[in-house]
């Protein structure tokens, strides 16, 4: 594993090594102990999976309200995806602040979200399949949304969404009492 620093604080894009024969590969995508000397969350009491059948399908921007923030680990499985975090944590110098990262099958990275942000990701190919640790348990009475357009951040995607949950098309505009 390679933990890289991202341009948020605390965020972390982790490449995996895989190790490869004629039978395929194999590779270790997580590490307690990796995971603990990057001073990283090791505890994760879920593992979801998404998959979207569409290309453009955007899904986000997601948080959970404390006390259920959740770090997440995500990974794409099956397809391609943008991956989008935003730091909302108030007290962080990236605060506001936005990355996007391809997350695919065949470039095996992991994205290390830590609390206090918020998530969403728009698929680049059709039948897409992103899998991700979660260090709390779904709490929905907690999920809160960000407008997956609002100009305030201002992200970039790459496609027009095509498909949408009605929820996340609703999200409100993010305001500074909305921040951890």
Known sequence: MNIQPTALADARLIKLDPKGDERGFFMRTFCEETFAKWGLETRFVQHNASRSRLKGTLRGMHFQRSP??????????????????????????????????????????????????????????????????????????????????????????????TVQSERDTRWPDFTDIDAF
Not at 76 to 94: E, K, M
Not at 141 to 153: I, L, P, Y
């Open 68 to 161: 259920h923030t959740e770090v997440k680990v995500v990974r794409c499985v099956r397809g391609a995806v943008f991956d989008v975090i935003i730091d909302l944590r108030r007290s962080s110098t990236t605060y506001g602040r936005w990355q996007g990262f391809e997350l695919t099958d065949a470039n095996h990275a992991l994205l290390y979200v830590p609390a206090g942000f918020a998530h969403g990701f728009q698929t680049l190919a059709d039948d897409s399949e992103v899998t991700y640790l979660v260090s709390s348990a779904y709490a929905p009475q907690a999920e809160v949304g960000v407008r997956w357009n609002d100009t305030r951040f201002d992200i970039k995607w790459p496609l027009v969404p």
